[in-house]
């Protein structure tokens, strides 16, 4: 098979336990755009906390961002296929969070918003700490979400976590029911909030049919419940061994972990090594 397209998630995929992306990887996704191949991150981050991966190696296409709710295009600055939520929407979904009282992140316009810390949004700010101020996202303290949603020009998405599951289960039910949005779990205790109808794979299949690439010539790696959608599109669906079972059951392949070579070694035995 003639592959033009790799498309990576990145958390818990391309990057690994320490949100970098490994040496291997960097060569190979060189090695592969020098044989004509085009890589694309499809991520469910902000641009802004995707911009210092797509800067590292050196990409010229855009990135579809926030689990599939809009393209960005790094040399312009501009969101495109864009599908945001709704002010409406939006104060709709903050009086069910403020309900639960799971932890909120709201990603609006080029700043990722927070009312309060927890595990994951500590370990996403000791991140940004190492990244030159040029590639360093910009995490918000505000006061107040609603006061944030009236004010924004652009709501992308929310991200909910717990410490556990069942409160989350809860308000993505509650979600689904009453208001219609897509509910994308991102990770164990983690889900995220998009516009109804958002997902990865959506926009990717946007993407490629303007762009004149079969979905049969994509190569897509990803692990959590938000990258189904895409793999299964992709004509070689690769889940990461780290991956869910969800995902590892819609898999083409299952490869190694993101701790170790695995998307060196699958990309020089699918592309480089013919």
């Known amino acids: 098979m ?23 990887a960097i060569e190979a996704i060189a090695a592969v755009r020098r044989r004509g191949l085009g890589v694309l991150l499809v991520t469910g981050r902000h641009h802004i906390a995707t911009a210092p991966y797509h800067a590292q190696l050196n990409l010229d296409l855009p990135a579809i961002c926030c689990n599939g709710t809009y393209l960005y295009d790094f040399r312009t600055g501009r969101a495109e296929m864009a599908n945001p939520l709704t002010r409406t929407q939006a104060l709709l979904l903050l009086r069910k969070i403020r309900q639960s009282g799971v932890h909120a992140l709201m990603n609006v316009d080029d700043e990722i918003a927070y009312e309060r810390s927890e595990a994951h949004l500590a370990r996403l700010l000791a991140w ?34 717990a410490e556990d599951r069942e409160p989350l289960r809860r308000i993505v039910d ?101």
């Open 2 to 24: 003639s592959y033009r397209l790799l498309a990576l998630d990145l958390d818990g995929t391309l990057l690994d336990s320490r949100l970098a992306i490994r040496p291997d």
């Open 128 to 161: 940004a700490e190492t990244l030159p101020p040029a590639l360093r996202p910009d995490f918000e303290w505000v006061a107040s979400f609603e006061n944030t949603a009236i004010q924004a020009s652009t709501i992308w998405k929310f991200v909910l976590s």
């Open 174 to 274: 509650e979600i689904d029911r009453e208001i219609g949005l897509s509910c994308a779990w991102s990770g164990e205790n983690r889900v995220d909030i998009a516009q109804s109808g958002n997902s990865k794979g959506a926009l990717l299949e946007r993407w490629l049919a303007l762009r004149g690439i079969a979905p049969s010539e994509v190569i897509a790696f990803g692990d959590n419940e938000n990258d189904i959608g895409m793999l299964r599109l992709a004509g070689m669906g690769i889940a990461m061994g780290n991956a869910t079972p969800g995902v590892v059951s819609v898999a083409d392949r299952v490869t190694g972990t993101h701790d170790s070579s695995a998307i060196a070694d699958v990309l020089t035995s699918l592309v480089l090594a013919n």
